[in-house]
C-alpha cells in the first residue's frame, strides 16, 4: 500500500487554465504538506494543513487553493496557471505530536504549463 | 531567517566515502534530516539527528552535527553506484508547527 499518493503524477496543460492535484496518506497522520520543487531541485513548502486546519500559508500567489476534507487528504487547485508554475510538487504528511517531525513524501505531481 | 545551505555538486569513485555537507541557521532546530531523491521518486528519509547528539551511525551512514558551527555531514561509506541521487539536508524549525526548511539538494555522482 501507497503511504502518501498524489494524482495525477503527471500533468500538462496550457496557461490560464484551472487544474487540480490530489493527495491522500494512509499513515493516520495528523499533518499535510504542499512543497514544490522547480527545476533546479530546489524545494519550498507552500502550505500545511494540521486536522484540516490551514497551520502553513507562505508566500504563495492566491490562485493556488489547499483544501483538506479530512486529514487524510489535501488537495491543490490552481487557477489561471501560468509558466513559472511549471515544476514538481510534493504532497507530505507527518504526525505532529510527540513524534520526530519527518516527513513521508508522495511521488510527486510533475506540472508543465505551456 | 530560515535557511539551509549546500554544495550542488559531488562525484566520488565507486567504493570511496563520500561526505556531503550543509550549514543551516537555526541554532533552536530539534531534529535535522537528510533526504535522498533518485530520479523521477519523491524524497525518502535516510537518517535523522536529533540537536544534542554529536554523532549517529547507520551501517554506511555516519552523521556529524556541529551545534556550535551549526554545521552537518552525512558520510556514507563504500559508495555505490546505487547511492548516486541528490541528497537534501532539512532542518525542523523550533516553536509553532513542524516546519521543515531543506537544503538545495547535493547531486551525489559515483562514477567506476
Known amino acids: 500500500d501507497t503511504a502518501v499518493s498524489q494524482t495525477p503524477k503527471y500533468l500538462v496543460t496550457q496557461m490560464g487554465n484551472d487544474k487540480s492535484i490530489k493527495c491522500e496518506q494512509n499513515?493516520?497522520?495528523?499533518?499535510m504538506y504542499w512543497y514544490k520543487q522547480d527545476s533546479k531541485k530546489f524545494l519550498k513548502i507552500m502550505f500545511s494543513?494540521?486536522?484540516?486546519?490551514?497551520?502553513i500559508n507562505e508566500t504563495v500567489p492566491n490562485r493556488f487553493s489547499p483544501k483538506s476534507p479530512d486529514k487524510a487528504h489535501l488537495n491543490l487547485h490552481i487557477n489561471s496557471l501560468e509558466l513559472g508554475d511549471s515544476a514538481v510538487y510534493f504532497c507530505?504528511?507527518?504526525?505532529?505530536?510527540?513524534?520526530?517531525?519527518?516527513?513521508?513524501f508522495g511521488e510527486g505531481s510533475r506540472l508543465t504549463v505551456l | 531567517g530560515e535557511d539551509v545551505e549546500q554544495s550542488l555538486f559531488l562525484s566520488v569513485r565507486e567504493g570511496d566515502s563520500s561526505v556531503i555537507n550543509c550549514t543551516y541557521t537555526?541554532?533552536?532546530?530539534?531534529?535535522l534530516y537528510w533526504y535522498k531523491q533518485e530520479p523521477g521518486a519523491g524524497l525518502q528519509l535516510l537518517t535523522y539527528?536529533?540537536?544534542?547528539?554529536d554523532m549517529k551511525q547507520d551501517q554506511r551512514l555516519t552523521v556529524l552535527l556541529n551545534k556550535k558551527d551549526k554545521h552537518l555531514s552525512l558520510r556514507i561509506a563504500d559508495t555505490q553506484t546505487g547511492d548516486s541521487a541528490i541528497y537534501f539536508c532539512?532542518?525542523?524549525?523550533?516553536?509553532?508547527?513542524?516546519?521543515?526548511?531543506f537544503g538545495a539538494g547535493t547531486r551525489l555522482a559515483v562514477h567506476p
Open positions: 499513515l493516520g497522520h495528523d499533518t
Open positions: 537555526d541554532s533552536s532546530s530539534t531534529y
Open positions: 507530505a504528511s507527518s504526525q505532529e505530536v510527540a513524534s520526530t517531525g519527518e516527513l513521508f
Open positions: 532539512a532542518e525542523r524549525i523550533s516553536g509553532g508547527y513542524n516546519k521543515l526548511i
Open positions: 539527528i536529533f540537536s544534542n547528539m
Open positions: 494543513y494540521n486536522n484540516k486546519e490551514l497551520i
